[in-house]
């Protein structure tokens, strides 16, 4: 599966902004999803997860409340909601795709995703 980020832009402090992953490819249903942000200067982390069902979902602690991920199978779209953004939420969004069985866990870590999207930034104005 190829994945491409959409969806960034500017935004003021305390708005809201949704992003998007399209997938090409088959079995998009098959993959865990994720997203991961990387600010200027700093290591990429992971923001959110979805479990291939959508049954099991991860927020980071600093999002949790602020953001939703979700995503729609026959769509091969994978989105995340970001409400109530601060200028600590600017980075550069990446969606991530890693191919397992039903069962496998929800991971939260880089090395856990082995498909990428570009990147779409998100700029928070304070």
Known sequence: VQLQASGGGLVQAGGSLSVSCTAFGPQFSRNNMAWFRQAP????????????SGSTIIYADS?????????????KTLYLQMTSLNPED????????????????????????????QGTLVTVSS
């Open 41 to 52: 200067g700093k290591e990429r982390e992971f923001v959110a997860g979805i479990s291939r």
């Open 63 to 75: 999002v949790k409340g602020r953001f939703t991920i979700s995503r729609i199978n026959d769509k």
């Open 90 to 117: 600017t980075a550069v969004y990446y969606c991530a795709a890693k191919s397992v069985i039903l069962t496998a866990p929800l991971g939260t870590h880089q090395y856990e995703y082995d498909t990428w999207g």
